[in-house]
Structure formats: C-alpha cells, structure tokens
C-alpha cells in the first residue's frame, strides 16, 4: 500500500507481520471493547428516564376492544326502543394496554396472574387497532434506550358507523347499511385525532404521549393488516388490507414506496399475478352492509396480506386465508431486494389467515392465526373462534430436496385455551422472557416463553373444579407458556399462566375482542451463553461442560481478548483472540455485522486451536465508528452434523481505528 497510517499492514496472506510490527499494532482488550454482561444493560442510560418509563424490558402491549355503553342510560331509553341501537363504543376505555410481565407470582398452573394496572391508551384518541411494533428505543434527546410503540388501525375489531341525531336523543343514529351522510363511529379510527382506516399511531415509551406517525390515505376502511420494524434500516412496513400492497415507511412517518406481493409476488412461482380489483369501502353506498366484511373493500385474497415480520434480512409475510409464508429480501439501502419467494402453504386443521408472525432467536418461525371476520350487530363477535392454531415450523437441516419448502412440511402446535381442541388463538403472537420457579421474570433467557392472545381461555365446564381455584373462567387475553410445550405437552394448558384484557371477566361469550401482542425483550447487547438449541421435536438436555453452568446467572461463555487491526489492498481487517470461557471447546466462528451499510468476511471460518485468531474483513464503515458484530461461536463437527446445534452468541461492539486504510 506504500503507507502504514498508523498501524502495520500484512505482509502476506499467512498473516505474519514485518519485524517489529507487532509491537505498534492496535490492541483493544476487555477494557475498552466490552461484552454487555446482563441483557438490555446499558451503561450509559440514565436510571431515571428509564425508570419512569411506561416500556421496560418484559413489558407487554395488548390491543383489543375497549367495550360499550349507552349515553344517557341511567336517564332511560324511550318506550319501544332497542338498546343495542343505542349502544356505542366506549371511547373512554382502552384499546390498547401496556402490562408489566416481569413477575407473575408463581410457578404456571393454569392460573390467572394479576399484574400492576396496566398504561392505557383510550379508543378516543387512536380508534380500534390491531397491529403492533417498537422501535430500537434510540433518541437523540437522551441516551437512555426506551422503544416507543406503534399502533395499526383495524377493522378486525369491527367496523362501526352512525348518521347524525335524527330523533334529537342526543346520539347519534346507528347503521347496518350504508346511508348517505353516514361516518364512522366515534371511537372507530380516531377520527378525533386525525386519523383514519389507514393510520399507524406512535406511543412515546416513556410519556406516553399519543401522536399520529403515519397515515395511508388510500386505505378506505378495511385497515391495516399489521405492521413490523427493520432494525437495521430503521424502518417501518405495514400491510394494507385495502390494496394488498406492503408499504415501506421511513422513521419519520414518510410513505417511501411499496411491495405488491400480487402482481411481483406470485409469479416467482409460477403464478398469474392478480393486480387490486379497486374495491372500496363505501358507507355512504347502499351495497355497505356492516354485518357482511365482503362489501368492505378487502382486497382479494390471493393478494390479501397480514402478518409480517423481518427476519434475517428478509421481510416475511403473510398471503391469504389458506395462507402461504412468503419473503422478500430487504437490500442494504433499505428499499425492496425484488427476489419475493415462496416459504411454505401453512398446514393447519383450518385455512384462516395468519396475522401474526414472530422469530426467535433459535430461527423457529411461530405463526398465529385469527377466525374469519365477523361483525355481529350487538358487538358479541368479531372473529369466528375456536378454530384458530398457533404453530411453529422450523428449517430443515438439511435441506429435505424431496420436500418443496426448506421448512419442515408438518409444524408443531401449541394448546391455547381450555375448550378443546385447545385453538382459541385470537391472532397474536410474540416471544418473552422466560421464567424462574417463582414467577420471576430471567433476561438471562431471551426467548423462553411464547406469549398468545385468545378468547374465553380458561372455560370449559368439564375442568370448572379444577379452573375455579385459579381465577376467574371468562378470560381473554394472553396465553404464556414456555416455548418447548408443544403438543401434545400442555395439553390442556395448565402449565401455562393467563392474563384478562380489561380485567372484568363478565363477558363469557364475546369472541375476537382481543388482538395482537407485542413484548419489549431487548437482547442485543448482552452476552451470549451455552445456549441449548432444540433438534426437532424435542428439547434435549443439552450438554454442558462439566461444572457449567453455574447454579445462578449464566456467565458471558466467551470473551473477548484482544482485538488487533490491520490495513490490508482490501481495507482493514481485525484478529479477535477469543478465550473460551464456559470451555465448549468451539472452534467455529459465524459473523455478521448489524449496523447498517457495514459489511464484515467471511460469514464463517474455523481455525486449528485458539491460538490463532479469527480475522474478519471491515468494510463500508467510518473510521473510529462501533461496528455491532453479531458472533456465533460453535463447533465445526456439530454443524456438520446437521440439524440444530449448540451455539454462543454474543453482539460485540467493535470499536473500529480512527486512522484510515484508504491509500
């Protein structure tokens, strides 16, 4: 390169260094680049912004609907009038609530668990929502690390709408039909607050305040399918039940561009694209019937999307009611790769849509989904239920080439509520934190527990003797159980804890009210740990080096040395020498970077002993910027092995040379 800039550049690609370099290279221990020992610690937050926030790790989101009332009904209706014409949403209660699930009183025996009364937002100011998502908490006020949350506007909660007082009652005229003049109900879409059908509210996680991130105008009234957060671009997307496009939303609220699954989608398998047929919602048109979803203007279902997640640098979603997996790849400006691909056909006892998609850091896929929309005139129902199936697939490893998905072709399945056959699943689905003996939450586990929402989970007759000692029976809400339960484990769940919505317990026989969940379990920036990965169909005791682990906290199972960089003809490149703590005897390393437009080589690499480092190529960063790594310390005979295999993950923030490579 002709000049040293500071630092020596290799000789070779042996990685030996000219004479004397060794000593005037760059070396960074423990001290200054660290592991994040406990999960979500973060040294540089201030306690007492974290402390008053209204999201802490553990934390829940839950949306539903908030109930009903009669305006002036202590006053009394007049002589001949039904009640149920009276009877509006009650724009005072919640639609959307934030739980604190860090201790659930007791080890899981099917019982209802109480926790602090809950943050809440009320209908009046963001309507009727059903999708959910945080941000990665960053702000440029404060260093402290607190998500907000944001909220999707639905109609799977039902869809309301009035015309003004005609009998001078003081309240306004209900509708089952569309009629002219007729608008949406107070309470509907936050209409109050500027809202719509195709607004996505934003939380502040730690006041609370409400205000209005983004708005698709278009979207006439079927609402918003969900929504999901890029990390890495700092992103937002969110599927439009109207149009059946994924819109890509920046961090500010600002509409970029779309996805059409329909029309660019399909034909990566062979299919007809189908484009919108231009359907829309119309109240004030004879053809809206509020009881019948087809005259609401969903899109067609071939093109129909709900449920999104990002994983791996993919956005995977949702197509719809015999719903397929699909993904697409998210390039590293952010904008849409162009390479959508099929995943799998859902097998399930029903084809109901999925609404719901959730990852964990095992790389299982869980899916939930929702009965088929219903809206009863007296609020009852919003979703057929007792069908619904919360399942998890995994990839095959290796790939089955008989098989035509790389997922395995039949999922587990989890019990969800007491009424067999145990599908009470109301389309929400996330990972938390699991659980001590006592029902103490443990960031040290950052998936253990699957998090459900369902309708009537503890009612079953049959079991009323052995339920009534845990709480009430008319429960919809959550569902927690830990992750390994699958069926026919857990069956029926007592081995799962169970929280109500709204805490009333006086609505039997309601169906849907409940919507989607969404926990704040930060795990990046922690250590990893000998982590038992599960081989399919079974958790295995996994096995542990003598002595390890210890009876508590799970230490960090490796550590980082040092750290020694170089200039090389292809930029700058780093030795890490890794001490095995935790003595797993690994000798593999997988890599990635997780800041966004840095790339780090080769993916993956084996060395003879750990005398020898683990070089990784840096590139597309700025000189002295952090650059995450996400490592995977592993042995090289288990991956060959196939199938799930032990790994240590650790996220190391590299603190990069402020001397650059360029010549």
Not at 251 to 258: E, M, Q
Not at 445 to 469: H, M, Y
């Amino acid at each position: 390169m002709g000049q040293n800039h500071g630092f020596p550049a290799r000789r070779d690609g042996s990685g030996d260094l000219h004479p004397g370099a060794r000593a005037r290279r760059f070396l960074t221990g423990t001290a200054v680049i660290a592991l994040a020992v406990m999960a979500g610690f973060s040294a540089h937050a201030p306690a007492s912004a974290q402390e008053n926030a209204i999201i802490q790790p553990g934390f829940m989101a839950v949306t539903g609907f908030p109930g009903t009332l009669i305006p002036g009904f202590v006053e009394g209706l007049l002589p001949g009038v039904d009640p149920v014409d009276e009877t509006f949403i009650d724009t005072e209660r919640a639609s959307l609530r934030i739980f604190d699930m860090t201790w659930l009183g007791a080890p899981p025996e099917g019982q209802v668990v109480f926790t602090p009364p809950p943050f809440e937002v009320p209908a009046s100011e963001i309507g009727q929502v059903f999708g959910l998502a945080y941000d990665d908490g960053r702000r440029e006020e404060t260093t402290a690390i607190v998500p907000n949350l944001y909220a999707a506007a639905t109609s799977l909660h039902g869809l309301q709408i009035v015309t003004e007082d005609e009998d001078e009652d003081g309240r306004p005229e209900r509708q089952r039909r569309g009629e002219a003049g007729a608008r949406f109900m107070d309470g509907q879409f936050g209409e109050k607050n500027g809202g719509g059908p195709g607004s996505i509210w934003k939380i502040d996680g730690i006041t609370g305040a409400v205000t209005l991130f983004a708005n698709i105008d278009t979207n006439s009234g079927p609402g918003i399918g969900n929504i999901a957060f890029d990390r890495s671009h700092r992103q937002f997307f969110a599927s439009d039940l109207d149009s059946g496009l994924i819109h890509r939303i920046d961090i500010d609220g600002n509409l970029i561009d779309t996805f059409d699954h329909g029309v660019n989608g399909r034909p990566a398998r062979g299919l007809d694209p189908v484009a919108d047929d231009g359907a829309v919602m119309d109240i004030q048109g004879a053809a809206f019937d509020a009881e019948e979803p087809k005259s609401w203007g969903y899109t067609q279902k071939e093109r129909s999307v709900h449920g999104l997640a990002m994983h791996g640098g993919r956005l995977y979603y949702a197509v719809g009611e015999e719903a397929e997996i699909w993904s697409v790849g998210i390039a590293r400006d952010g904008t849409f790769a162009g390479d959508p691909r099929w995943e799998l056909t859902v097998e399930a006892e029903e084809d109901l849509p999925v609404t719901d998609i959730a990852f964990d850091t095992r790389g299982f896929m869980y899916l939930a989904q929702r009965g088929e929309v219903e809206n009863r005139y007296d609020y009852s129902s919003f979703a057929d239920s007792g069908e619904a199936s919360v399942l998890r697939y995994w990839r095959e490893s290796p790939d089955d080439p008989e098989t035509e998905s790389i997922w395995v072709p039949a999922p587990q399945e989890y019990a969800v509520g007491f009424p067999e056959p145990y599908r009470q699943g109301a389309g929400g689905i996330d990972l938390q934190y699991g659980y001590d003996a006592e029902g103490f939450f443990n960031r040290n586990a950052c998936a253990a527990t699957l998090v459900k929402t369902g309708d009537r989970l503890r009612d079953n007759p049959a079991l009323e003797d052995q339920l009534i000692e845990g709480g009430p029976l008319a429960v919809h809400g959550v569902q927690l159980t830990r992750s390994t339960l699958v069926r026919p484990k857990n069956e029926p769940p007592f081995g799962s804890w169970f929280a109500d919505y709204d805490g009333f317990f006086e609505d039997p026989e309601v169906k849907g009210h409940v919507g989607d969940v969404e926990v704040w379990r930060p795990c990046e920036g922690r250590a990893g740990y000998y982590e038992p990965i599960p081989y399919p169909g079974d958790i295995p005791v996994p096995g542990w080096p003598p002595g390890f682990p210890p009876p508590n906290d799970l230490p960090p199972c490796i550590e980082l040395e040092t750290a020694a960089y170089f200039c090389t003809p292809a930029g700058l490149e780093a030795d890490l020498y890794i001490h095995d703590r935790a003595g797993i005897g690994g000798d593999s390393l997988s890599a990635k970077s997780l800041t966004p437009g840095v790339g780090v080589s080769p993916s993956k690499q084996t060395v003879p002993s750990l005398a020898t480092p683990f070089t990784l190529g840096i590139n597309g960063h700025i000189p002295g910027e952090t650059v995450d790594l996400g490592l995977c310390f592993y042995k090289q005979s288990d991956a060959e092995a196939g199938g799930y295999f032990p790994c240590c993950k650790v996220t190391l923030p590299l603190e990069t040379p402020l001397e650059s490579c360029a010549p």
